[in-house]
């Protein structure tokens, strides 16, 4: 009897085997597959204009071609964009997690007449397509006087209902007889929100750091709407006047694509391992 057990959980380990084998190969085949794009950007910026339509993804004798990337700021001020893209996405992401974080603990931790019926209008919000919301935007910095102006960018995407939305649910999760004990020994509602929701929501306050991060760097609809300016652009509005700068040399435009996603990878690689962390706490307790 002891053989038979045996030999069916041999038979069992050796399938979970052949199934976890066959799941990481499946992972890593999408995961090749997605980044294929990203290699052949990279490999075509180190070209020669010449030996871009090659069918090799190497570059041939002509060598690797460095070069490209200094050639990139001689055609366009490539510095000038990299720095407003960087400005306009530090000021938004900052205000945005501090705004969030303050109307998420208002939402979740503080009692007022109302409160959940101005929560759901506040989140209502976000069904509301974001080309809709442009004109009344636009109509507004221009009676601010805000058009063509890196403020213009900045104002109107420092609140999010979304950002709130997400804290709210991370601290409401956090046992409110913490706040009690804290008021107890005399803390404001301020010096609990600052010293105890704070650092008790910090995986959801980096996943949303991240999130808005990226979504401010890529940007693009609403840059185009407001800049004027060549000296203002952002990064992507940099980028598309690329081409008619530089012609139709794709090896400067790749060259140019790669050095903008770099910021991007970097805090990617920094936070990885809090961002996982948020989300899947976030998706337990949410």
Known sequence: ???INAKHGLVRDRQKFMGASLLHLLLAGI???LILPFVWMVLTSLKSLSEVSSASWLPGEAGWHLGNYARVFEVIPFGTFYWNSIFIACWVTFLQVFTSSLAAYSFSRLQWPGRDKVFFVYLATMMLPGLVLMIPNFQIM?????V???AGLILPAAFSAFGTFMLRQFMLSIPTSLDEAAEIDGASKWRVYWDVILPLSRPGLVTLTIFTFMGTYHS?????????SEHKYTLPIGILSFESASSSETNLLMAAVTMSVVPLIILFVAM???LVAGIQLGAVKG
């Open 1 to 3: 009897m002891s053989t």
């Open 31 to 33: 995961s090749f597959t």
């Open 142 to 146: 221009i009676s601010l006087g805000l």
């Open 148 to 150: 063509n102006s890196l």
């Open 220 to 228: 693009f609809f609403w840059p185009l709407v407001m800049l004027k």
């Open 272 to 274: 990885q391992k809090q």
